[in-house]
């Protein structure tokens, strides 16, 4: 009777959020950062993609603030002379697409896989022989094992259009086994559910059971996972992008942007590093911590002391 | 009056040994693979005749339920037979068995389980109408949904709400209502009304017989609830530990119980102004279902157990009343 957005309006949920000041905290700067990324064309100062606008004699420039820092670069620039402000910007967005986008292929195939796996039996064994098989390699082995392979097939300058979509399969295959266990653990207890049964005396086929009735759910705990993988995944990306197997230079992301900077911080140029190193965490902690309220709400069972 | 289903020597066994490795065992230095099943229902033959209610009442684990899910397919029994209207259904493909579940719709036990508790109470009811007649517009999938939910006492203008809005039970009418929904002539319900509050059951109880008159539906009733079996059935089946002892009309059964063990089951209704402790006392637990006890699988804790109910497995005979007893003791005339 009343519509979804009165129901929303209405929700414990909402007014649970509203009360709790960090998440809310959280969610405000998540919006702010979100948006400054994805606007980052319209509002970055700079383009550091056209190199005909960069002009290596501003490299390394200090913050405006600072005794010698050129007012036209708010947090100065970096070694070859781009706006750390825009380029953190620019490679904010590419972190955040990766993290993303290989959280939704990893949370595609461990729901197929888990609700495979939860569901029919027979299929039990082997899926979640492969998945511990998969959690066994450790997802740095396999992003440098094909990084590297990759590298060399398509060269430096292929390298950098593949690189996107590599790292997301990359980091989307290394991960896939958190959703399936735990989407496999949710269906094992819905699938006794007598909900199950009477829609199989209804005559519903297995598929339409699994993703119409057991799969909606099984969806809370997904979510709960989804916020810290991305989190994950948005380091795992620096990570790799640190180790030189991420995002090239020319197209950086905020890991690469660090490394770019780390050979630079002795003599003297500490903002190349330490800007996209503050961003970073504060990224990956606002994230988490509305994580953690996710969790709390969905779980209020758990002991919050 | 003619049988509706037939339930010939049908055996329902679960294997809970687990995977390959969990059976291997090793015993006197060899490694053996051993199997362990659970013997829930065994060899146990029954009619519903149209338009009757059938109850079958038994302690819990004597594999009522399991009987009643075996009938309705959601589970193959491992031997003998099911036919309903003459048709065996029990080896029916999925496909094949469609046409048989708007005939044959079920009815759960917990009224907090058994509703989808992502799905509107509008969603739960038209999912099976749509499912079996895609023909029908959107309309008349809705009239039929209102119609339904009118018969069952639940105001159709609730039907954007969630299960979880609802108390018990409206719930449990909500899950009759899904049975009803489809037009079926035979209802299995599972002890529909053992999670419901005393004050609700009655009401559930009439709103089932009120839709058996209406519609002139046939019950396979179970339930552990003796009282409440004398008030709603036509004939009575007693069970215990997977085996059918007595199948008379609940008349008989109630005032003239034939098997030892529903004399005891009998005597141990509570009665009003009754006198305390003059129910019979069986002795001794009821045995595991995984290892069945030989002959009578009552004879452990029977009184007027002998050696030949020990050896061998008594045959269902029919009385000169009609009842239908499992004992030798009754067949000698011992008891």
Not at chain 1, 39 to 65: E, F, G, L, R, V
Not at chain 2, 177 to 203: G, K, M
């Amino acid at each position: 009777m009343r519509s979804r957005w009165q129901r929303f309006k209405d929700s414990y949920m909402l007014h649970s959020f509203l009360n709790d000041r960090v998440a809310l905290t959280c969610f405000i700067i998540l919006a702010v950062l979100m948006f400054s990324a994805f606007a980052a064309p319209i509002i970055a100062p700079h383009d550091p993609y056209n190199s005909s606008t960069i002009d290596i004699m501003d490299a390394q420039a200090p913050p405006s603030w600072s005794h010698d820092g050129d007012s036209e670069f708010l947090l100065g620039t970096d070694a070859q002379g781009r706006d750390m402000l825009s380029t953190m910007l620019y490679g904010m967005r590419v972190s955040i697409i990766i993290g993303i986008g290989a959280v939704c292929l990893q949370a595609f195939l461990g729901i197929v896989v888990g609700l495979l796996s939860g569901y029919v039996k027979r299929l039990d064994n082997v899926l979640m022989r492969i998945a511990d098989v998969q959690l066994s390699f450790s997802t740095y082995m396999v992003a440098i094992f094909i990084g590297a392979i990759v590298q060399t097939a398509f060269g430096v300058a292929g390298y950098e259009k593949v690189a996107v979509p590599l790292i997301i399969v990359i980091i989307g295959l290394a991960e896939w086994p958190q959703y399936a266990r735990t989407v496999r653990a949710s269906v094992l207890a819905e699938r006794k559910k007598e909900y199950v049964e009477a829609a199989r005396v209804i005559g519903l086929s297995k598929t339409r059971i699994m993703w119409r009735h057991i799969l909606p759910n099984t969806l809370s705990p997904v979510l709960v996972i989804s916020t810290v993988q991305v989190a994950n995944a948005i380091m795992s990306e620096a990570a790799l992008s640190f180790l030189g197997l991420g995002m090239p230079v020319t197209k950086p992301s905020l890991g690469s942007l660090i490394t770019a900077g780390f050979e630079y911080i002795f003599s003297g140029s500490w903002w190349i590093t330490i800007f996209p190193g503050i961003l970073l965490v504060t990224l990956i902690l606002v994230i988490n911590l509305l994580g953690d309220w996710v969790r709390d709400f969905l779980n209020p069972k758990l002991y919050k002391g | 009056m003619t049988a509706i289903l037939e339930i010939r020597d049908v055996d329902k066994h679960f294997d809970i040994s687990g995977s390959f490795i969990d059976q291997l065992r090793i015993s006197h230095g060899k490694l053996n693979r051993k199997k362990t099943v659970v013997k829930a229902v065994n060899n146990i033959t029954l009619d519903v005749q149209a338009g009757e209610t059938l109850a079958v009442v038994g302690e819990s684990g004597c594999g009522k339920s399991t009987l009643a899910r075996t009938v309705m397919r959601l589970y193959r029994p491992n031997k003998g037979e099911i036919l309903y209207k003459g048709e065996r259904i029990d080896n029916l493909s999925s496909a094949k068995m469609r046409p048989y579940r708007t005939r044959m719709q079920m009815v759960f036990q917990d009224p907090y389980a058994s509703l989808n508790p992502r799905m509107t109470v509008r969603q739960i009811l038209e999912e099976p109408v749509r499912f079996h007649n895609p023909g029908l517009s959107r309309a008349e999938v809705h009239d039929k949904v209102a119609e339904v939910m009118t018969q069952v006492g639940v105001d159709p203008a609730w039907a954007t709400n969630y299960p979880h809005e609802f108390s018990g039970g409206q719930r449990q009418r909500i899950s009759i209502a899904r049975a009803l929904v489809v037009d079926p002539e035979f209802i299995a319900a599972d002890e529909p009304i053992a999670a419901l509050d005393v004050s609700i059951q009655a009401q559930i109880l009439n709103l089932l017989m009120d839709a058996q008159e209406e519609r002139g539906l046939t019950y396979l009733f179970i339930s552990h609830d003796l009282s409440v079996v004398e008030h709603i059935s036509n004939r009575v089946a007693v069970m215990y530990l997977g085996c059918v002892c007595e199948l008379a009309t609940a008349k008989e059964l109630f005032s003239n119980p034939k098997h030892p063990y529903t004399q005891a089951l009998l005597s141990a209704i509570p009665k009003l102004g009754g006198e305390a402790g003059n129910h019979i006392r069986l002795s001794g637990d009821v045995p595991t279902p995984i290892n069945l006890p030989t002959g009578c699988v009552f004879h452990g804790r029977c009184p007027h157990a002998d050696e030949r109910c020990m050896r061998e497995i008594p045959m269902q005979r029919t009385l000169d009343n009609g009842t239908i007893v499992a004992c030798h003791g009754v067949e000698e005339g011992r008891i």
